[in-house]
């Protein structure tokens, strides 16, 4: 709806929502710490429990980028060069980890190294790489997402008049010429957002590591003792450190993937011809592997949710059995039983939809509209709702759960609303995200032609806007509650009231319960294929209604 | 757009400008505030701030709830230092009436910043030991134990490994990352190790070091320094039963836990243990753990479930619930699968008084992490 | 009465300066001139989806130069028409008007018993009469044709070009049309006015 004091209001709320929480939670933290830059980031070195977890932070990334690509280039190669009985449904495969829940992978690596899978967990050089395959089997289907398009729309003629020029006559002599210059962009974007996912690690990290922390592990960890007057102060400088290097850090990669983003827009094939491909048989062999890497996690889950492991002393029983899943929605444990993380969970995501599409969908109307009367204005708001994306969702939660403190600590908890807060932060970005791409490359003249036949404002929007984007519409919806669903560091720090448990949070707690319960594991497991399930049904509709060319980045 | 944009930052600013200011105001204006001048609503509901203390089984807290008629409604936290950072952040704000399991190496602060109330509930027969760090109404015992180091008596069998005689002899190489202690700043048994190694390191007749080169010592030799307890005990200890549950690594040989964690394992596993606890003079520490009514909370019903976790049904259960000493007078744990006897009283606990706790707790855990990131 | 008085408008260079033009109940003028002339600029100000920098357009003696262009009732035919992929002919007629006849109205153009067709199976000449009888249903005080004839073949177009001028004569709606095409502009119209 092309309405400006909408989009006045909307920007206006958008800035408050996103900036309000995490502007109270750094004037709180200053009121602490005192306002020095250098101290804060001092305070990294200072402090035991932060002391090498930078390096460790960007150790990890990067090579967690590395083996992505080194994993997903061959299968993007694979699936965009040559012919594939049930394409889509491979393709499906390989991108469905993208929309897992992060303690839902986290469960799955833990079951597939610990004692009844691999059983290398007890080797404590194994945790290492396990998290890096474990960052890579996320992030596999960035690089499939970003590059199989420049390979699979490619005209053949390309290539063929390549063999003929001298530069192309050897197979090496094409990749150098031909495809890494076409590739490079694509793939570059692929390992920048690789790197950001990363870097930000949590629920992986949490789990998988032994003591390791990245930033935002350590910064969830040490913010429950922030923001109180003369106690624990250096850990408020260590969060205001670590927040400006991680907001620095992932500022400059989404900066650089944006740019990324642009030069991939310009290699890549205005139309999309459907290009005649061969067949390789020996390519099973890539496509196979990476199909069974990609379900394994998922699988292992589900099947570990049956399994009970009782071991003592006097021997080892194992045995099928539904006891896990029994004890996770039952109430005799004394955490919230895992139906009522199911209602949380379900009431959080429906609720966020509701206010994070209207938001997100009449931003991304804003900016569109402002780009042509005033382009630059335009831009400034284009980044500000690009913003939150450098904001980790750990950092999200301290702002919601400081902010809270600051304004009304006792009516904020009273609410079962207040998580939404956080998940309408994290979620609204993608939205705009989503629908400005389809704004664009919507073509004027149907709401032109709309106009002349004396369509109202709002029946324009109705009758022709909505129908029209249905399909990114969709998409963004979907994908919001999916985030909303999956949501677990800002969760993490600000769930203190057991009303406020989502599904994420329950798995987390009941594997988090000491002394050796058999039913814990098995517990976990179940709750996790609960999310899992929801997961997988959200991504299939997703894929179903994604429109087939949106440029968009998700 | 640009003004309105503007006009937001602006009153941004100025709301959290007051009420920064009025949060100073609140703190500093605090004057001990008399049981007299207590101001509470019994709403009907019990809230519980605590951690994994788990002897707060559902058939406990249904019974209470069924008995006094209040609903219980449990917060779970990390660990111990999560319950205080929690009382502090909400000072004068109504967010729990019961505060479980800070103990005595945390109390002190929360008495100091007045986050507790003095509740009504009837105690009496407890143990007099435990009553030694504190005996006011502003928090009472309900549960106690002796923090010391534990080994695994089939790799530390004087062969391998010997069993070290002093805690110096932990910084050798051939305990080189086989040693795994709970942060001090996180955890509360981690936090009492700490605080015992201070009164050890001073009484060793040794003047040119002290607890703080140990501490650096100790993370030149690898230490494994996890988050908590359950951490260290379950995913690093050989010793423990953690070698049963996912995610189990076991590479160090010796932790920091409970004298009676070997009681725990034996009554567990038929009276069967291959972990035992060290007695080194001064290396452990008497650890009690508090309940309290919150300040601002619903002062009834945080008597009433005092007055009921100090019952005498409910708390000569602690050994068998919670894995923890009832502090009842005359209680002790029980005989059954070895537990008594696979548990260990130290010979002499660190003697550090709560007022020095208190006034230098701030200090230490300051220098600990100074003294654990020196090189 | 449908008049223009003293248009003007211009972006880098002037595309239109002064432009009167005064159209009787039922007249249909053509406006000539080589591409990029400012014809297109000229409908789309006229229309209102484009403001003028100058000038007033009158109807039976009301001045709507103000009016959005939702509210001027005045019809447009794109160069190549704009039917909405998500709506069936039927249903993108009634976007005109709810209530109209749209089997009399699809009857008028020639394309009887379209109703139910998508849009994607419509050759270039049916999408335009298509369009055209969307167009009509809205019932404009005076139809707008931007190179409507343009992108189709020489024969199709002929036909078209006097299928429509009969349908305007008809109902006696006036109409403007822009074209390139001096053929095209002298078997449609009644008076050919030529840009610069």
């Not at chain 1, 004394?334 to 199911?342: E, I, K, Y």
């Not at chain 2, 105001?25 to 701030?49: C, F, R």
């Not at chain 2, 990390?78 to 967010?95: F, R």
């Not at chain 2, 004087?158 to 202690?181: C, M, Y």
Request: proline share 4%; with cysteine; hydrophobic share 45%.
């Amino acid at each position: 709806m092309h309405n400006k004091y909408l989009g006045t209001a909307s920007v206006c709320v958008f800035l408050t929502l996103i900036l309000a929480p995490l502007w109270l939670a750094f004037d709180r933290l200053v009121w602490v710490a005192g306002f020095d830059i250098f101290s804060w980031i001092n305070s990294l070195d200072e402090n035991y429990i932060s002391q090498g977890v930078l390096e460790f932070t960007v150790l990890q990334a990067l090579l967690s980028s590395l083996v992505t690509l080194a994993i997903g280039i061959p299968v993007a190669w694979q699936l965009g060069r040559y012919e594939w009985p049930f394409q889509s449904l491979i393709r499906s495969i390989l991108t469905m980890p993208f929309v897992m829940p992060s303690i839902v992978a986290a469960m799955g690596f833990m079951h597939i190294v610990g004692n009844e899978g691999l059983n290398i967990r007890t080797n404590a050089n194994t945790w290492f790489a396990t998290l890096i395959i474990a960052h890579a089997w996320f992030n596999i289907s960035l690089v499939i997402r970003f590059c199989e398009p420049v390979l699979s729309t490619l005209d053949p003629k390309m290539e063929e008049q390549m063999r003929l020029l001298p530069a192309g006559k050897s197979k090496l002599g094409r990749l150098r010429n031909l495809w890494l210059p076409l590739m490079i962009p694509s793939i570059a974007a692929a390992a920048c957002m690789t790197f950001v996912f990363s870097f930000t690690s949590f629920a992986l990290v949490r789990w998988i590591t032994l003591g390791e922390n990245t930033l935002e592990s350590m910064m969830a960890g040490v913010g429950s003792s922030a923001g109180i007057s003369g106690y624990m102060v250096s850990k408020n400088e260590v969060i205001l450190g670590s927040s400006l290097i991680q907001f620095t850090i992932l500022l400059f990669s989404l900066w650089l993937m944006s740019w990324l983003q642009m030069k991939r827009q310009t290699l890549l094939p205005t139309t999309s011809e459907t290009v005649a491909k061969s067949k390789n048989v020996l390519g099973w062999s890539v496509i196979l592997p990476a199909i069974c890497f990609a379900i394994l996690p998922l699988l292992t889950i589900m099947i570990a949710s049956f399994r009970i492991n009782e071991v003592d002393a006097s021997g080892s029983n194992q045995y099928w059995s539904l006891a896990g899943w029994e004890y996770a929605f039952s109430t005799t444990n004394s955490l919230p039983s895992a139906w009522d993380a199911l209602q949380n969970s379900v009431g959080y995501a429906l609720i966020t939809l509701l206010i994070a599409l209207p938001l997100g969908y009449i931003l991304a109307q804003t900016i569109r509209d402002l780009e042509k009367e005033r382009p630059k204005l335009a831009r400034v708001v284009d980044l500000l709702t690009m913003l939150p994306f450098a904001v980790s969702s750990v950092m999200i939660g301290l702002g919601v759960m400081l902010g809270m403190i600051r304004i009304d600590a006792e009516f904020f908890y009273s609410i079962w609303f207040t998580p939404i807060l956080a998940h309408v932060m994290i979620t609204t970005p993608f939205v705009v995200r989503i629908i400005l791409p389809a704004l664009r490359s919507l073509e004027p003249k149907y709401e032109e032609c709309a106009r002349t036949l004396g369509l109202t404002n709002i029946q324009r929007f109705f009758i022709i806007e909505i129908p029209l984007l249905r399909g990114s519409i969709l998409v963004a919806a979907i994908f919001i509650m999916a985030m909303s669903m999956g949501e677990f560091g800002a969760s993490w720090v600000i769930t203190r009231n057991s009303d406020w448990t989502t599904l994420p949070i329950i798995i987390d707690s009941i594997r988090s319960i000491p002394y050796n319960n058999p039913l814990t594991t098995p517990a976990a497991n179940a709750v996790s294929t609960v999310l899992m399930l929801i997961a997988l049904v959200l991504f299939v509709s997703t894929e179903k209604f994604r429109p087939t060319r949106d440029g968009g980045m998700f | 757009m640009k003004s309105a944009l503007v006009s937001i930052f602006i009153f941004s600013m100025m709301v959290s400008g007051c009420i920064s200011e009025s949060i100073e105001e609140k703190l500093s204006n605090g004057n001990m505030i008399s049981p007299d001048d207590y101001v509470w609503e019994d709403d009907g509901e019990l809230v519980i701030v605590t951690y994994d203390v788990t002897g707060l089984t559902d058939e406990l807290l249904s019974e209470f709830e069924n008995q006094s008629g209040y609903k219980v409604n449990l917060m779970k936290l990390e660990d111990a230092g999560s319950i205080l950072s929690h009382l502090l952040q909400h000072k004068n704000v109504q967010i729990a009436d019961i505060a479980l399991g800070l103990d005595n190496t945390y109390l002190q602060t929360a008495i100091e910043n007045q986050v507790l109330w003095e509740h009504f509930a009837n105690i009496s027969g407890l143990y007099e030991n435990v009553l030694g760090p504190y005996s006011g109404p502003l928090a009472t015992p309900f549960d106690h134990g002796y923090i010391c180091l534990n080994y695994d008596t089939q790799i530390v069998d004087g062969e391998n490994l010997t069993v070290p005689t002093n805690l110096w002899e932990l910084t050798e190489d051939e305990w080189k990352g086989k040693i795994a202690i709970p942060s001090p700043e996180t955890s509360s048994p981690g936090r009492a190790f700490m605080t015992a190694t201070i009164d050890y390191f001073a009484n060793d007749g040794d003047n040119q070091t002290d607890w703080r080169d140990w501490w650096t010592s100790i993370s030149q030799n690898d230490a494994i320094i996890t988050t908590g307890w359950s951490e260290a005990y379950e995913t690093h200890y050989t010793g423990g039963y953690g070698e049963y549950t996912e995610g189990y690594v076991g590479d160090a040989h010796i932790v920091v836990s409970y004298c009676h964690s070997p009681g725990v394992e034996a009554w567990y596993s038929g009276n069967w243990t291959k972990s035992a606890a060290l007695d080194l003079p001064r290396a452990s520490f008497h650890q009690i753990e508090y309940v309290s009514a919150v300040e601002g909370g619903n002062l009834g019903a945080a008597s009433a479930f005092i007055e009921y976790l100090l019952s005498e049904d409910v708390n000569q259960k602690m050994p068998t619930e919670n894995f923890m000493y009832s502090v009842l007078d005359g209680s002790d744990l029980p005989e059954d699968d070895g537990y008594r006897y696979h548990s260990t009283i130290p010979s002499q606990v660190a003697e550090i008084t709560p007022e020095e706790i208190s006034a230098n707790m701030e200090m230490w855990l300051e220098e600990w992490n100074k003294a654990m990131v020196a090189v | 009465m449908f008049s223009c008085v003293g248009l003007s408008k211009s972006f880098d260079k002037t595309l239109f300066d002064d432009f009167n033009l005064e159209l009787e109940p039922g007249e249909i003028v053509a406006i000539t001139g080589p591409s990029g002339c400012g014809k297109t600029t000229l409908l789309r100000c006229i229309s209102g989806l484009e403001n003028l920098d100058k000038g007033e357009i009158l109807f039976s003696g009301h001045n709507i130069t103000n009016l959005p262009a939702e509210e001027r009732k005045i019809g447009l035919i794109f160069q190549k028409p704009v039917l909405y992929p998500h709506l069936n002919v039927g249903k993108n007629l009634k976007l005109a008007s709810k209530n109209a006849d749209i089997s009399v109205a699809l009857d008028e153009v020639n394309l009887s018993g379209f109703e139910k067709r998508s849009v994607h199976t419509l050759s270039g000449g049916e999408g335009q009469r298509v369009a055209l009888a969307r167009a009509l249903l809205a019932e404009p005080s005076v139809l707008l044709l931007d190179e409507p004839f343009s992108s189709l073949d020489e024969e199709l177009s002929k036909k078209l070009v006097i299928d429509v001028r009969n349908l305007l004569k008809k109902r006696n709606c006036p109409a403007i049309l822009v074209t390139h095409n001096n053929i095209i502009a002298k078997d449609f119209a009644d008076i050919i006015i030529s840009l610069n």
